[in-house]
């Protein structure tokens, strides 16, 4: 998508929303649903949108896990890294996973397919260790099942 | 159709293993074979190492299955599973005689796993409304009288008396007030929040709309965090099937009354479940904490008395309504009253969803229900109340699960998450854990909890690598009193708790000299 529809994208959320109370973190969620980040070259635009300065903008953005300022790979992994997910080997199934698909935690795969988040808690703590692939719940993982889960998005090696 | 029900939960965790796959190979088997039946995506029950478990209605009650995979599905059929016999090796008998249920004391979680979750009708059918419907009937005061009376605590934590804090609310003037419900449920080893949304989100739809009535606020906010996303869009799918029905939005049932409830998705920020930090971020900001007073509900959303209140005490409300407050306060102990919804996680054979009145022991929940450890290893520590919770040792597991009987052992109960270690858990990892995952999260505002946690990241890690161990554990204590002393919120202020009782029960996992009990 080019930086104009870019632009465009983000000008449409900024009337949809414009009515709402304090809507800055909706505008920011609905602009990342849409693009799949927010790019920087829209803050300025989203700033003027929300009566707000650019500064105020990018703390909030920064101030948040959720929010991203540069695209995600295809498909997006989080793994819980919590203490019920511990307590079941969620650090040996990260360490796998950092294995699988060659990069650590916060990167992109060495093919470009998956990018690896760390998570703490996705309320699965009672079916650990526990991960999402696309926001979709995977429970009770091994390293063989994250392999098995992973074939099925396309190869990474 | 014939009058054939199935039952294949929608819950997260079951989805998580494979619920939605089971759900489409019954409907094939079903087509395939010719039988007609209705499927119902109910909640779960939280019998959690049972998911996918699926039921079938019989005139006898309901049969339950599990846990099923997409394998067991033709079999199933074959075993006559769909006329609920009993003979396949996955039947686990009549659902509600499943020792794990049965002995469980069911008040908010009454209905959860049995009615469809966005079915209006199927609500009213389970005494669903009938505590809106007393409440309309009944002056703003009274309404707020039967929330005192039942001695209703916040189930987010803190444990402040809920009626109070709705007392304030109503008793504020003011020309726009909110009900915010504070839906982020961040801590570690709780799911109970997430679990009402996706398997009874009417409850809390309900006991807002309540909470609106008896304090004059017209708008509502739930504020779910954004790991959940199956609960947003339950919770909203359950609003727009109140607002179609009548029990929600403008002239409530005819009443007069109005109340509009709206979801907010959070952003990945621990500290955002504290009521405070949650309001900054419903008003557009970084989710940093404010200084208190003023209180939210004289001073709170966009400046105006705010309601604040988790998702369980709010979904606590339309029972106590409906039955009165009396019937909720004869359960429980001290000032402990009602029901807790128990969440047990981690290491643990059963896991899953125990609601009891307050007074059970960890030992009967880890054991009586738990099953012990997965594992099969002998459990070692014991961490309740999430992530600022304290790390409880054997010796503590007989306590009466109550605030105070746990506040005076420097333990929290907070939001009920129980989360277990076995024998292999290194609890001077845990505690540096506890220190980083404060690091990670904290908002930032005062000193003690910004660089405190970072600090106690490295002087464990020195502990651990036995760098001048037992000044560092000096160092290490003396910090901890100042982030217990010196924060603003809990999350300075409790961080030590999971660490300073590593410290005390565990010794020997940070290479210090085991003191010898018996010569004390
Ligand atoms: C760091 C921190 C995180 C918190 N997270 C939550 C949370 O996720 N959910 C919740 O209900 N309360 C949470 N609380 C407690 C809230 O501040 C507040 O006490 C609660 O929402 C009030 O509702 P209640 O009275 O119904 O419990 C948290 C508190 C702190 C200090
Ligand atoms: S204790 Fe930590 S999270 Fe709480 S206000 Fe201070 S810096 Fe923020
Ligand atoms: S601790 Fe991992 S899902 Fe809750």
Known sequence: MSESDELAAVRQVLI?????????????????????????????????????????????????????????????????????????????????????????????????????????????????PAMTINEEPHARMTPRSFDALVAQYGDCA | MSGLTIYVPRDSAALAVGAERVAERIAQEAAIRGVSFGMVRNGSRGLFWLEPMVEVSTPAGRVAYGPVTIDDVADLFDAGFAEGAQTHPLSLGLTDEIPYLKKQERLTFARMGITDPVSVADYEAHEGYAGLRRALGLKPEEVVQQVLDSGLRGRGGAAFPAGIKWKTVMATPAAQKYIV?????????????????????????????????????????????????????????????????????????????????????????????????????????????????????????????????????????????????????????????????????????????????????????????????????????????????????????????????????????????????????????????????CAIESCGKCTPCRIGSTRGVEVIDKIRADNKRVEHVILLRDLCNTMVHGSLCAMGGMTPFPVLSALDHFPQDFGLVVPDRKAA
Not at chain 1, 63 to 69: K, L, Q
Not at chain 2, 265 to 284: N, Q
Not at chain 2, 320 to 330: K, N, P, Q, T, V
Not at chain 2, 402 to 426: F, K, L, Q, R, S
Request: glycine share 12%; proline share 5%.
């Open chain 2, 181 to 437: 419900c504070n839906a982020d449920e961040g801590d570690s080893g709780t799911f109970s929040d997430r679990m009402t949304m996706e398997g009874d989100p009417l409850m809390l739809v309900e006991g807002m709309t309540i909470a609106g009535i008896a304090t004059g606020a017209t708008k509502g906010y739930v504020y779910i965090r954004s790991e959940y996303p199956h609960a947003i869009a339950t919770m909203n799918e359950a609003i727009r099937a109140a607002e179609a029905a009548g029990f929600l939005g403008e002239n409530i049932l005819g009443s007069g009354q109005t109340f509009w409830l709206e979801v907010r998705k959070g952003a990945g920020s621990y500290v955002c479940g504290e009521e405070t930090a949650l309001l900054e971020s419903l008003e557009g900001k970084r989710g940093i904490v404010r200084a208190k007073p003023p209180l939210p509900a004289i001073t709170g959303l966009f400046g105006q008395p705010t309601l604040i209140n988790n998702v369980i005490t709010l979904a606590s409300v339309p029972l106590i309504l409906a039955r009165g407050a009396e019937y909720y306060r004869d359960f429980g102990v001290g000032r402990s009253r009602g029901t807790l919804p128990m969440q047990l996680a981690g290491n643990i054979k059963h896991g899953g969803l125990v609601e009891k009145a307050f007074g059970v022991t960890l030992r009967e929940l880890l054991y009586d229900y738990g099953g012990g450890s997965a594992s099969g290893r002998p459990i070692k520590a014991v961490q309740v109340g999430g992530p600022l919770g304290a790390y409880l040792p054997e010796s503590q597991w007989d306590l009466p699960l109550d605030y105070e009987a746990y506040a005076a052992v420097g333990g929290t109960v907070g939001h009920g998450g129980i989360v277990v270690h076995d024998d292999t858990a290194d609890l001077s990892k845990l505690a540096r854990y506890a220190m980083e995952f």
């Open chain 1, 16 to 128: 949809e929303r414009a009515e709402e109370p304090g809507a800055l973190l909706p505008i920011l969620h609905d602009v990342q649903d849409a693009l799949g980040y927010i790019p920087p070259h829209t803050v300025t635009t989203i700033a003027e949108g929300v009566n707000l300065s650019r500064a105020e903008v990018h703390g909030v953005i920064t101030y948040y896990h959720h929010f991203r300022s540069a695209p995600a790979a295809r498909h997006v992994i989080q793994i819980c890294r919590a203490e019920a997910c511990q307590s079941m080997g969620a650090d040996a199934l990260l360490a796998h996973a950092e294995l699988r698909l060659g990069c650590s935690a916060h990167g992109h795969s060495k093919d470009g397919n998956f990018t690896l988040e760390p998570a703490f808690c996705l309320g699965l703590c009672a079916s650990s």
